[in-house]
């Protein structure tokens, strides 16, 4: 049996490494659960809708999420390249970091991706 020294698999992206492959989603589960998995699971990445960054009155979903962890904001809920460009952009101001999932939708009802909106956001400076 041949084991695998977890020093050399490290996960890096941008000029950041990470020992963990695990990248949480932060979505449908309440904020004090999400922030018990975090903790548990190791979890270094933690994927963020905008929409949930603060939602008026509500807790706010950066609150819970430890310092150390990486957020992954996504563009979710952008029907074309340009809303996933501007949700992307909100993202990285309001501190989310560099790092972004880029998803445009199609099909609201089976939450089909929209490949080519996809790769057309990427081209946009």
């Known amino acids: 049996m041949t084991t695998t020294n977890t020093n050399e698999d490290k996960l890096i992206l941008g ?8 990248i949480m989603g932060s979505g449908k589960f309440s904020l004090e659960l999400m922030k018990a998995c ?5 979890a270094q990445i933690v994927t963020l809708a905008l929409r949930r ?13 430890p310092k150390d962890v990486t957020l ?9 390249a340009q809303e ?5 952009r909100l993202s990285r101001e309001l501190g989310c970091g560099d790092f972004v999932k880029l998803e445009v939708i199609h099909d ?3 939450l089909l991706p929209d490949n080519y909106e996809t ?5 946009i400076p």
Do not use: C, M, Q, W
């Open 84 to 88: 996933a460009v501007r949700i992307a």
């Open 72 to 80: 992954l904001p996504n563009t979710s809920g952008a029907r074309n």
């Open 15 to 22: 000029g950041h490494e990470f020992t963990s492959r695990f």
């Open 53 to 65: 960054a603060n939602e008026g009155g509500l807790d706010n979903i950066l609150d819970y999420v």
């Open 38 to 42: 975090i903790e548990k699971a190791g």
């Open 108 to 110: 609201s009802k089976y």
């Open 119 to 123: 790769i057309k956001a990427t081209e």
